[in-house]
Protein backbone atom coordinates (compact mmCIF):
# COMPACT_ATOMS: atom_id res chain seq x y z
CA UNK A 1 0.00 0.00 0.00
CA UNK A 2 2.51 2.42 0.49
CA UNK A 3 4.04 1.77 -2.61
CA UNK A 4 1.36 2.64 -4.61
CA UNK A 5 0.70 5.68 -2.44
CA UNK A 6 4.77 7.22 -3.18
CA UNK A 7 3.77 5.76 -6.86
CA UNK A 8 0.85 8.13 -6.73
CA UNK A 9 2.90 10.78 -5.29
CA UNK A 10 5.32 10.56 -7.79
CA UNK A 11 3.44 10.55 -10.73
CA UNK A 12 1.21 13.75 -9.61
CA UNK A 13 4.31 15.70 -8.62
CA UNK A 14 5.84 15.21 -12.31
CA UNK A 15 2.11 15.82 -13.65
CA UNK A 16 2.20 19.17 -11.77
CA UNK A 17 6.08 20.21 -12.98
CA UNK A 18 5.40 19.39 -16.29
CA UNK A 19 2.05 21.79 -16.22
CA UNK A 20 4.16 24.44 -14.44
CA UNK A 21 6.97 24.01 -16.98
CA UNK A 22 4.49 24.25 -19.90
CA UNK A 23 2.71 27.53 -18.07
CA UNK A 24 5.90 28.93 -17.49
CA UNK A 25 7.31 28.62 -21.07
CA UNK A 26 3.76 29.50 -22.61
CA UNK A 27 4.14 33.01 -21.64
CA UNK A 28 7.52 33.58 -23.82
CA UNK A 29 6.44 31.19 -26.73
CA UNK A 30 2.92 33.63 -26.65
CA UNK A 31 4.90 37.07 -26.42
CA UNK A 32 7.04 35.62 -29.28
CA UNK A 33 4.43 34.68 -31.49
CA UNK A 34 2.57 38.22 -30.88
CA UNK A 35 6.02 40.01 -31.95
CA UNK A 36 6.32 37.70 -34.81
CA UNK A 37 2.46 38.45 -35.93
CA UNK A 38 3.23 42.38 -35.63
CA UNK A 39 6.38 42.31 -37.23
CA UNK A 40 8.43 43.59 -34.37
CA UNK A 41 10.81 40.73 -34.07
CA UNK A 42 12.50 40.58 -37.37
CA UNK A 43 15.96 39.07 -35.81
CA UNK A 44 16.35 36.67 -38.54
CA UNK A 45 15.69 39.43 -41.45
CA UNK A 46 20.00 40.39 -41.51
CA UNK A 47 19.04 43.08 -44.00
CA UNK A 48 16.26 44.88 -41.44
CA UNK A 49 18.67 44.20 -38.04
CA UNK A 50 21.95 45.89 -40.03
CA UNK A 51 24.32 42.45 -39.84
CA UNK A 52 24.48 41.74 -43.53
CA UNK A 53 27.84 42.26 -45.25
CA UNK A 54 26.51 45.01 -47.21
CA UNK A 55 24.96 47.66 -43.91
CA UNK A 56 28.16 46.65 -41.94
CA UNK A 57 30.80 47.71 -44.75
CA UNK A 58 28.64 50.99 -45.67
CA UNK A 59 28.42 51.58 -41.56
CA UNK A 60 32.00 51.55 -41.33
CA UNK A 61 33.63 52.85 -44.65
Not at 51 to 61: D, R, Y
Request: hydrophobic share 50%.
Amino acid sequence: MIKSLKFKYYVLLCVVSIILIIGISSIALFTQFELLKDKLYIVSNKDAMGTSISSVTSQHA
